[in-house]
Nanobody
């Protein structure tokens, strides 16, 4: 059974940093596309960042230059380093993994990130 468990969320002041982690079990991480999505209250879930099995990254325009996605295949864990956080980054952040052809995909349960003074 595949499980994705996120951690690292919390309350941070504007300008601060957080690192989210997503630990996977039941799959071989390295062959999947891994990503982070977020959903703010009253809004649709949106893509934040993805990292392909080949190492290519892609980011939403709103987080470019501030967020970095990375992966440790040996630990089956994907990370999202978030710097210079803004109140508009407040959301539930979800880990997502999928095959490149979308034949299977899995979601974590989410971790809350709140940016507020």
């Amino acid at each position: 059974q595949v499980q994705l468990v996120e951690s690292g969320g919390g309350l941070v002041q504007p300008g601060g940093s957080l690192r989210l982690s997503c630990a996977a079990s039941g799959i071989t991480f390295s062959i999947y596309v891994t990503g982070w999505y977020r959903q703010a209250p009253g809004k649709q879930r949106e893509l934040v960042a993805i990292l392909t099995s080949g190492g290519t990254t892609s980011y939403a325009d709103s987080v470019k230059g501030r967020f970095t996605i990375s992966r440790d295949n040996a630990k089956n864990t994907v990370y999202l380093q978030m710097n210079t956080l803004k109140p508009e980054d407040t959301a539930v952040y979800y880990c997502h993994v999928r095959r490149s052809d979308w034949s299977v995909d899995y979601w974590g349960r989410g971790t809350q990130v709140t940016v507020s003074s």
